[in-house]
């Protein structure tokens, strides 16, 4: 079974940026999408960002449209998220999470692999 380890939450100012990672164990990465999900207390997870296989198709959530990069570096079997004007209610777990395509979906059940998640807390 595929292994997902996120990194680079924590505690943010309003405003600032963050950067999270993703490592994938499996030598299959460079095949799949990779999403980014997150999910607030009380509220259903919620597609953030996607990647193609190859990098070359990117998708942004509505929420986040504008203020995040999605990339990915094959070589090193990590997607990353970029988040730049951070605001209060991204306050989440961000999970990523590998498809079962090449293509990236916004629907959880488009995607077979998890990681546990990384807390992001923004403070006003």
């Known amino acids: 079974q595929e292994l997902l380890v996120e990194s680079g939450g924590g505690l943010a100012q309003a405003g600032s940026k963050l950067t999270l990672s993703c490592v994938s164990s499996?030598?299959?990465?460079?095949?799949?999408?990779m999403g980014w999900f997150r999910q607030a207390p009380g509220k259903e997870r919620e597609f953030v960002a996607g990647?193609?296989?190859?990098?070359?198709?990117?998708y942004w959530g509505e929420a986040v449209k504008g203020r995040v990069t999605i990339s990915r570096d094959n070589a090193k079997n990590t997607v990353y998220l970029e988040m730049d004007s951070l605001k209060p209610e991204d306050t989440a777990v961000y999970y990523c999470?590998?498809?079962?395509?090449?293509?990236?979906?916004?629907?959880?059940?488009?995607?077979?692999?998890w990681g546990r998640g990384t807390q992001v807390t923004v403070s006003s």
């Open positions: 999470a590998r498809g079962r395509l090449h293509m990236p979906q916004v629907l959880t059940s488009a995607y077979s692999y």
């Open positions: 499996e030598s299959t990465f460079s095949r799949y999408a």
């Open positions: 990647i193609s296989s190859n990098g070359g198709a990117t």
